[in-house]
T-cell receptor, first 114, second 114 residues
Framework: QKEVEQNSGPLSVPEGAIASLNCTYSDRGSQSFFWYRQYSGKSPELIMSIYSNGDKEDGRFTAQLNKASQYVSLLIRDSQPSDSATYLCAGGTRSGGSNYKLTFGKGTLLTVNP | EAGVVQSPRYKIIEKKQPVAFWCNPISGHNTLYWYRQNLGQGPELLIRYENEEAVDDSQLPKDRFSAERLKGVDSTLKIQPAELGDSAVYLC????????????FGPGTRLTVT
């Protein structure tokens, strides 16, 4: 069973702090990784995608990928109460032709306290 | 650009009744996905379409679930008959497929089976 593991949390940080969300994956064939934000009662919203080892920055968000360690992380700088949500990590694996599958973790609940 | 559209947003039915969900993907997205999300879990793929073709339905409970995407655009997911364990949020997502694997979700349909 190919899995994506996340700490379920909750992760609580004060406003203005850096929130660090972590994810590990078991399938070494995974080639693409995504972070989704899901507010309570809403659907997942794509916030970051990363395909290569290293860091990718977009505004207050930085995604980090280490394929050797099978590890993906999301850093949120200057956390705001509006960042309070569940963050889903997903890994994508392409296995020939058009066969592609995205596997989601269970999500980490982040709470940013004012 | 309009996002993924789903209807209905909420549905309450009694067990053994049929139910259908409809999805209209982002214009130009030839890949369409149906997911099911249970509380506290990440989305789980039910079926993936490339245009009209169902290319991955390995996780679709075929004894009671069916799906179609007749003209390669809109899609319908049906459950007949519904069971109590089918209560979940049914999410539709779309992507550009082999051009980009980034998936964008619709608002979902929250199904309650009583």
């Amino acid at each position: 069973q190919k899995e994506v593991e996340q700490n379920s949390g909750p992760l609580s940080v004060p406003e203005g702090a850096i929130a660090s969300l972590n994810c590990t994956y078991s399938d070494r064939g995974s080639q693409s990784f995504f972070w989704y934000r899901q507010y309570s009662g809403k659907s997942p919203e794509l916030i970051m995608s990363i395909y290569s080892n290293g860091d990718k920055e977009d505004g207050r968000f930085t995604a980090q990928l280490n394929k050797a360690s099978q590890y993906v992380s999301l850093l949120i700088r200057d956390s705001q109460p509006s960042d309070s949500a569940t963050y889903l990590c997903a890994g994508g694996t392409r296995s020939g032709g058009s066969n592609y599958k995205l596997t989601f973790g269970k999500g980490t609940l982040l709470t940013v306290n004012p | 650009e309009a996002g993924v559209v789903q209807s209905p947003r909420y549905k309450i039915i009694e067990k053994k009744q049929p139910v259908a969900f409809w999805c209209n993907p982002i214009s130009g997205h030839n890949t369409l996905y149906w997911y099911r999300q249970n509380l506290g879990q990440g989305p789980e793929l039910l079926i993936r379409y490339e245009n009209e073709e169902a290319v991955d339905d390995s996780q679709l409970p075929k004894d009671r679930f069916s799906a179609e995407r007749l003209k390669g655009v809109d899609s319908t997911l049906k459950i007949q008959p519904a069971e109590l364990g089918d209560s979940a949020v049914y999410l539709c997502a779309s992507s550009l497929g082999t051009v980009s694997y980034e998936q964008y979700f619709g608002p979902g349909t929250r199904l309650t089976v009583t």
